[in-house]
């Protein structure tokens, strides 16, 4: 993927990572902008090209009664504000092929969840559409795998693609990341290490999902270290009371400290 291929990126040139941000999904207006505003007065100290991710719905939930969006057109047609008013890009999930065409109309990347990311037609109708895909690697998938999904996009006639590990299945309530699959995976695209979600306790007795966020800052580090492209880290103002995905976001008043020291690592690398 070229990042300046992505409408109104900024720091194209500061050989950083790359940065896909902001809550899990979108809750309001406020919300969104204020997030958005927050992190972009990060990212332009540190030079990172910065994304906006909000999740238009959701669609995997493990209750019916759980949270799944405030109404499709209205919280799309909120990224689109964010993106009007700070002029950056901003990336969404999609779950069916009909989501593509809506989805493309407001945001410039397409997302496809690591549970669908089989679905051939719906990795084609996000191809189809132009914008840039990001295929999140399936929690039951190898790395090496992932090329076949690239390849769905590739072969129609969309280059604009990458890929994002969000851990593997381990057990019936962990994640793991398996860091060799990064080099793996850059040889076929651009890779996103997706810090927030491989820290994911998923399918608790509850229902709801739990997570590790004491342990963000050390699958970061790890994931620069071993060469990420991007990092994707869900953050929020009130993670406790987030209504989706809470328990593994990342307070947002961490995150200066957090990608200051990331941008350090980076900077080190890129020196050897």
Do not use: W
């Amino acid at each position: 993927m070229q990042l300046n291929k992505i409408p109104q990126i900024k720091h194209t040139d500061s050989n950083n990572f790359f940065l896909l941000a902001g809550p899990c999904a979108i809750e309001g207006e406020e919300m969104a902008l204020r997030i958005a505003e927050t992190i972009l007065k990060i990212t332009d100290k540190l030079q990172i090209p910065f994304i906006f991710k909000g999740s238009f719905k959701k669609a995997n939930r493990s209750r019916v009664d759980s949270f799944t969006g405030i109404g499709d057109e209205k919280a799309l047609k909120i990224l689109r504000k964010v993106s009007e008013t700070f002029h950056i890009p901003t990336v969404t999930d999609i779950h069916e092929r009909e989501d593509a065409t809506l989805a493309a109309e407001y945001v410039d990347v397409l997302q496809i969840p690591a549970f669908l990311v089989r679905q051939t037609d719906l990795v084609v109708a996000a191809a189809e559409t132009g914008k840039v895909v990001n295929l999140k690697k399936g929690q039951f998938m190898s790395p090496e795998s992932m090329k076949h999904a690239v390849t769905k996009v590739t072969d129609s006639n969309n280059e604009q693609v990458m890929v994002t590990d969000r851990g593997t299945m381990f057990g019936y309530h962990d994640m793991i990341v398996d860091f060799r699959g990064i080099p793996t995976m850059r040889e076929f695209a651009p890779t996103v290490l997706d810090v927030t979600h491989s820290l994911q306790q998923p399918n608790q007795s509850s229902g709801v999902t739990g997570g590790r966020p004491d342990m963000i800052e050390t699958i970061a580090r790890a994931g620069i270290a071993t060469g990420a492209d991007g990092l994707f880290i869900e953050t929020h103002f009130d993670p406790a009371n987030a209504k989706s995905d809470g328990a593994n976001m990342l307070d947002i008043q961490y995150l200066e400290k957090l990608l200051s020291n990331l941008t350090a690592i980076r900077k080190t690398i890129n020196s050897f």
